[in-house]
Nanobody, 124 residues
């Protein structure tokens, strides 16, 4: 069992920055691959970024490449999402995910642990 808790969301103007945090606890093997997803009002949840604690290359959705950076602390307990040059279309609830079961890492159904989400609102 993995427990996840997001924080750091808020209201920001377009062009601004936010850093989201995801505190993780529980079975470390289930946290080897962790990701960020987001859900805008009226839309399905979508992939944002994924990382592995072993130091492999992170992957990003095309819509956030060059603007967002996923990272983790040395202890392996907290994952971050640094979001720069924010746009109104980045608005949504951001979730961190763990318990990757294999398959496409962009697919939310391949993760079995989720946080409660944190709201990000970008005003124009």
């Amino acid at each position: 069992q993995v427990h996840l808790g997001e924080s750091g969301g808020g209201l920001v103007q377009a062009g601004g920055s936010l850093r989201l945090s995801c505190a993780a606890s529980g079975r470390s093997a289930s946290r080897s691959t962790m990701g960020w997803f987001r859900q805008a009002p009226g839309k399905e949840r979508e992939f944002v970024a994924v990382m592995t604690w072993s130091g492999g290359r992170p992957y990003y959705a095309d819509s956030v490449k060059g603007r967002f950076t996923i990272s983790g602390d040395n202890a392996g307990n907290t994952m971050y999402l640094q979001m720069n040059s924010l746009k109104p279309e980045d608005t949504g609830v951001y979730y961190c995910a763990a318990g990757f079961a294999g398959g496409r890492f962009q697919a939310d159904y391949n993760y079995n642990s989720w946080g409660q989400g944190t709201q990000v609102t970008v005003s124009s």
